[in-house]
C-alpha cells in the first residue's frame, strides 16, 4: 500500500457492505477508516475475483477486515471507486446514447431493435443494464411510471449488493418474467416474505458465478413462487438439500460447473415438473436409482425429458443402465466421459447408448434415425450374443447377465434371437478388420488426381501428414485437412488435431479426406 495524498471523497454512510467499481473490477467494501500511519481515509475491498488483491484484510500486522480468501482484498482510496447510480439514470447513461447514435446515423433498424420511440421507454420490453453500475431503485415509483412493460430486464455485474434492492425494482416492474442476475454479490433478504409480491411473474431467473450455496438458493427460493426456470452454474455448490415446499414449480433446472457431492444429487429428484436438468462438469461418475429393479422404472425424476451429463468422469456402463429407468428421458447428452466400448471406437460407444436407452429420441442434440435405432439394437444383440448363450440363453439368463444387459430379452423378443453365425467375436483389434480405405482428394488443385490408401483406424493424423508429406512433398505444418462421409453427403468435418487417430474422428472405410494447403 503505497501513500496517496488524495483529497477524500465523499463516502456513502452504509457503505461497509456496498458494491464498488474499480478500474474494471467489482468489489465489495468491507471497511472504511484510516490505515496508519497513511493519512486520510481508505477503503477495505473483497474482490469478486481474488487474483486482484493484495491481502486478506491486514496491513502492519492490524486485521482491518476479512476475506474469503486470503489475497482477496486491497485497500483503496474513495476516489478510485464508484459506487454507482440509480436504475434509471443507468437506463438513460446506456440507452440515450444509443439512441443519439441511432438519429444521428438515421438507422431505424436499430431504433427499432432497442424498442425506443423518440426516447421514450414506455413501451421497451427488454433492458440490458449488464455491466452498467446500477447500485439501487432510485426514487419511489419512477421506474413503474417510465418503464411499465419490461419483461426480460438483465441486471448481470452491476452494483447491486442486497436482495432488497433487486425487489425495490422488480416490483415496479408488473410483467417482468425473465431476470438476470448472474455475477453479482447479494446479501440474503431479512424477511423474504415481504418480497414474494414483487418476484410474482418471475419465470427465469439466472444466478450464475454470485458465490451462493444451495442451501441459501432454498432460502430465498419461496420469494419466486412461479418460478419456471432456475439457472444457478459456477457458484461452488457442493451439496444440495431437498427443495421441500420450494421450487415446485420449476421446469428448467441447471447445476453445471458445481462441484457436486453426487450423493446428493437426488436430493432434487423429487421436484415434480422438472423437465430439464443441466449436471454438465460437476463431477459425477455415478447415478443410481435404487427404487427400481433392472429394466424398470423409477419413481425419481418423474417429468425429467432431458439431461446434460457432458464433461462428467462416467466410466461404468451401468450409470447408462440407471438412466434407463427415469420414465420420460428422451433427450441426453453425455460428451465428454469416459464410457468406451471394448472397441475403443466412439461410434460403438454412441452406438451402445442408443441400444441401451430404448426412449432416446436425441443423444448429443444429435435426432436418433430409426435405421441407426435399428442398426445400434442389432449390433447389440450380435455382440452380447454369446455372453447371453453363456448366461443360460433363452428367455431365462442367469440375473448377473441381466442386470448387465437390461433391455436385451426385450431386443430379442423385438428383432428375434442371433444366429450363431452373426455373433460378433471378442477380436476387435484383429488389423485387418482395422484398416480403412480411404481417398484422398484435392479441391483447390483440380488436376491432382485422387490418392487412394489403406490405413489403420489407429493412425495419428500427424502420420497423416507425413505420409502426404512424401507424396505431395508439401510440408506437414501446412496441410489442413477435413473428410466427407457417405452417411452425411454434403457435411464437411473438420480434422483440427494432428495428436488424435482416425478413429477419434469417426472416419469410417470408404471416406474421403480432402487436403488443402
Same mark, same amino acid.
Not at 172 to 197: G, I
Not at 482 to 497: L, N, W
Given at each position: ?20 467499481? $474499480? ?19 481508505? @477503503? ?22 476479512? $476475506? ?134 418471475? %419465470? ?120 434407463? /429407468? ?7 447428452? $453425455? %460428451? ?52 447371453? @448363450? /453363456? ?22 423378443? /423385438? ?44 493412425? @495419428?493424423?500427424? /502420420? ?54
Amino acid at each position: 500500500m503505497g501513500v496517496d495524498h488524495t483529497e477524500p471523497e465523499e463516502v456513502p454512510a452504509d457503505a461497509v457492505g456496498r458494491r464498488v467499481a $474499480c478500474d474494471g473490477e467489482r468489489a465489495t467494501v468491507r471497511y472504511v477508516g484510516p490505515v496508519p500511519p497513511t493519512a486520510g481515509l481508505w @477503503l477495505g475491498v473483497e474482490w469478486d475475483h481474488p487474483e486482484r488483491g493484495k491481502h486478506g484484510g491486514s496491513h502492519g500486522g492490524v486485521q482491518y477486515f476479512t $476475506c474469503r480468501h486470503p489475497k482477496g482484498g486491497s485497500f483503496v482510496r474513495p476516489a478510485k471507486v464508484s459506487f454507482g447510480v440509480d436504475f434509471l439514470t443507468a437506463v438513460q447513461q446506456v440507452y440515450q446514447s444509443d439512441t443519439e447514435e441511432v438519429l444521428t446515423d438515421a438507422s431505424s433498424e436499430k431504433l427499432s431493435w432497442l424498442g425506443i420511440s423518440e426516447r421514450s421507454y414506455e413501451n421497451l420490453p427488454t433492458v440490458l443494464l449488464t455491466r452498467s453500475e446500477v447500485n439501487g431503485p432510485g426514487a419511489d415509483g419512477e421506474i413503474r411510471r417510465t418503464m411499465p412493460n419490461v419483461k426480460y430486464l438483465d441486471l448481470s455485474r452491476t452494483l447491486l449488493c442486497c436482495w432488497e434492492d433487486v425487489s425495490a425494482v422488480s416490483q415496479q416492474l408488473d410483467h417482468l418474467e425473465n431476470l438476470q442476475l448472474s455475477n453479482n454479490r447479494l446479501r440474503l433478504p431479512a424477511d423474504v416474505s415481504a418480497h414474494v409480491q414483487a418476484f410474482s411473474s418471475l %419465470r427465469v431467473l439466472a444466478l450464475n458465478s454470485c458465490d451462493i450455496t444451495w442451501s441459501q438458493i432454498l432460502q430465498c427460493a419461496p420469494m419466486w413462487p412461479q418460478l419456471e426456470n432456475l439457472s444457478v452454474e459456477v457458484n461452488d455448490i457442493r451439496e444440495l438439500q431437498r427443495p421441500d415446499g420450494v421450487l415446485q414449480a420449476l421446469r428448467s433446472l441447471s447445476l453445471a460447473s458445481n462441484p457436486l457431492l453426487q450423493l446428493t444429487v437426488l436430493s432434487v429428484a423429487a421436484l415434480p415438473r422438472l423437465e430439464q436438468l443441466s449436471l454438465s462438469n460437476t463431477g459425477l461418475s455415478d447415478l443410481r436409482f435404487d427404487d427400481a429393479a433392472p429394466g424398470a422404472q423409477t419413481a425419481m425424476f418423474p417429468s425429467l425429458t432431458s439431461l446434460n451429463l457432458d464433461q462428467n468422469n462416467i466410466t461404468e456402463w451401468g450409470v447408462v443402465d440407471e438412466l434407463a /429407468k427415469l420414465p420420460r428421458l428422451v433427450k441426453l447428452s $453425455c %460428451r465428454g466421459n469416459q464410457l468406451v466400448s471394448s472397441d475403443g471406437n466412439p461410434r460403438t460407444a454412441n452406438q451402445l447408448l442408443i441400444a441401451k436407452l430404448g426412449q432416446l429420441v436425441f443423444l448429443n442434440s444429435c435426432e436418433i434415425q430409426a435405421e441407426d435405432r435399428r442398426g445400434a439394437e442389432l449390433d447389440y444383440i450380435k455382440m452380447f450374443g454369446e455372453e447371453w @448363450l /453363456k448366461a443360460g440363453g433363452g428367455n431365462e439368463p442367469s440375473s448377473q447377465f441381466t442386470c448387465r444387459h437390461p433391455r436385451y430379452l426385450s431386443l430379442i423378443n /423385438k428383432y428375434g434371437a442371433p444366429e450363431e453365425g452373426e455373433l460378433k467375436k471378442p477380436e476387435p483389434f484383429a488389423l485387418k478388420n482395422q484398416l480403412l480405405k480411404i481417398t484422398f482428394v484435392f479441391p483447390d488443385d483440380a488436376e491432382r488426381k485422387p490418392i487412394e490408401k489403406k490405413l489403420p483406424a489407429s493412425m @495419428l493424423v500427424q /502420420k497423416v501428414k507425413g505420409l502426404l508429406y512424401r507424396l505431395l512433398k508439401v510440408p506437414a505444418a501446412d496441410l489442413q485437412l477435413s473428410y466427407t462421409s457417405m452417411k452425411m453427403v454434403g457435411t464437411e468435418f473438420e480434422i483440427d488435431s494432428d495428436q488424435k487417430t482416425l478413429e477419434f474422428y469417426s472416419i469410417e472405410d470408404g471416406d474421403q479426406v480432402l487436403v488443402r494447403w
